[in-house]
Structure formats: structure tokens, C-alpha cells
């Protein structure tokens, strides 16, 4: 383990990099995914693997890894960003999402790539992990979430409220009391529900208290503002998979650690990260003995905080030079 404060002299993202194949994939109906590929089309194959659940692939995500190096492969998970029906949670679980991106490894023809995840983007690298070890030549975790009932009540039950419980108070009062003592279940039922206007009061209740807490590090300026619809589809997922346990048994990522392949696996949490807490990337390492955990100080939730940001492209470029 290692403990990392900021550096005066910290590593950028890459220069901006087009794509240099995109196409949207059939994984079956209704869901057709974006994918695309940056890079050098002969280097380290990794997929980047997005939170969420419900928001998507960005340009910036292409920039984490050296472009002459790296065969990145991005996609945008059903119903997410450009993958088509947006918003829709038809056939939209996690069991469907890691089958989606075996399909996407056998269609861009890849015998063994990286994984490299933050938040949610993390639960699925390990998920996809333990199903096909095979197929992983190594893993860049973020922000680990392990998906268990403890960090989703730290969420929206008992946990970041304490410290912030003015953003919290906002929160709450979407909700009608009755209903307050399971905000997930209420919250999904609004914005599941037909009353249009529930539906936006709600999902903007959820992302406005989300950002808080992911966003509590950022200047208030740098929070750029939601497109109302994209913001209604991407809670639509969110509160979708949250309220069904993100489809997994509890516990069901430490229980199962066994099944993690023997590949490099590095760690990187931010200490001060309030949406994810450092407890699950703590609990992962002690499961994966062989794994790397490095702790960053100044760190919080967001990749593109300045020190994690750094962090994460010395451990692309850390692995570029291993795997070469």
C-alpha cells in the first residue's frame, strides 16, 4: 500500500485524440451501443469501463492513456449517453452489461485487454473479472464500489447526510415523509412513475444531491449544469440499478475474490472521496493481497481531479512499460 500526497509537478491528460473507428453495436433489441476506438489500433488493448450507472463515455476519457501506446476502447452502456433507447432500463441489468462487453471484445476481435474503471465502472471491471480471467491482462480500479447495501445506504440512507445535512435536507424534501425512510424505493417510484412533473422533481432531487457530494472539492463553477433530459434518463438508470441491489447478492464482489484473475491490479481511491468511501478499497486489497492500493491524500471521487488524474496516468503509463 501506499499513501501519495499532491505533487507540485503532476501529469496532464493527453492532447486531445479523435477516434479512429465508431460504430454502434446491435446487443440485442431495443439496445444498440456506441463504441468507439482511439489510439494506436496495434497497442495495449483496454476498455474503459464509465459510472454511473447512466452517464457515458466523454472525450476526455480517451486522454488517461499514452495514444501511442493504447488500443482504447470506449463504450456508452445501454441506455446511457449515445447507446440507443436512452434512458431505457428494458433489459438493462448487470448481468446484461458484462455480457456486453465480452461482445464487444469478440467483435473488435481482442483475446486479452485491460480493464480500467472508476465508481460503478469498477463494480463491473470486477465483475467481469471473476466471470472471464482469462480474457484480463490487467486492472486499473478508481473509487472502488462494491455495490453492497452498506455503501448504497452511505448514499441515501446514513452516511454523507451527517455531513452534509443542509444538501441533505434539500434532498429529503422531494419526498413525502411517509415515504422518507426508504428514499430509493420512493425516489424510483417517482421517477418510474407517469406524472411528468414528479418525475423531473424527483430525478433532479437525486442528481442535484449526487453532484453535491461527488462535486464537494470542485469550485462551484466548475459544476456545469444538466441538460434536463439527459439528467431524467441518467437517474432513470441510476435509481433503476440501485434500487434492484445493482442485480448482484450481497457482498457478492469480496465473496468471490478468489475468482480474480493473477493479473497487475492497481487500486487508486481518494481519501477524501465522500461518495465512495476508501473503506471498499481498503476491503478489496485485503481480499486481493497481490493488489496494489495507492491512497491519494488531496484525492476525492472525481477522475479528473488534478491528483487523480495524475495518479491514473502513472498507472497507465506504470503498466504500458510493464506489459511491454
Known sequence: ?????????????????????????????????????????????????????????????????????YRVVLFDQRGCHRSAPRGSVEDNTTQRLLADIERIRLHLNIDRWVLFGGSWGATLGLLYAQQNPGRVLAMILRGVFLARRAELDWFARDGANRIFPDYWADF???????????????????????????????????????????????????VEEEDPDRMLDQVAIETHYAYHRYFIAENHILASAVRLPDVPTRIIHGRRDLTCTLEGSWALHRAAPRSELLIVNEGGHLAGEPVMTDALIAATDDLASRLS
Open 172 to 222: 429529503v424534501q422531494s419526498v413525502p415523509e411517509s415515504q422518507r425512510h426508504d428514499l430509493v424505493a420512493a425516489l424510483h417510484a417517482h421517477v418510474h412513475g407517469r406524472d411528468p412533473e414528479a418525475k423531473r422533481r424527483a430525478a433532479r432531487a437525486w442528481s442535484t444531491w449526487a453532484t453535491r457530494v461527488t462535486t464537494y472539492l470542485l469550485p462551484e463553477a466548475s
Open 1 to 69: 500500500m501506499q499513501v501519495e500526497s499532491g505533487r507540485q509537478s503532476m501529469r496532464a491528460l493527453y492532447p486531445e485524440i479523435a477516434p479512429f473507428n465508431a460504430f454502434y453495436l446491435d446487443v440485442g433489441p431495443p439496445h444498440r451501443l456506441h463504441v468507439e476506438e482511439a489510439g494506436n489500433p496495434g497497442g495495449i488493448p483496454v476498455v474503459f469501463l464509465h459510472g454511473g450507472p447512466g452517464t457515458g463515455c466523454n472525450e476526455n476519457h480517451r486522454r488517461y492513456f499514452d495514444p501511442a501506446r
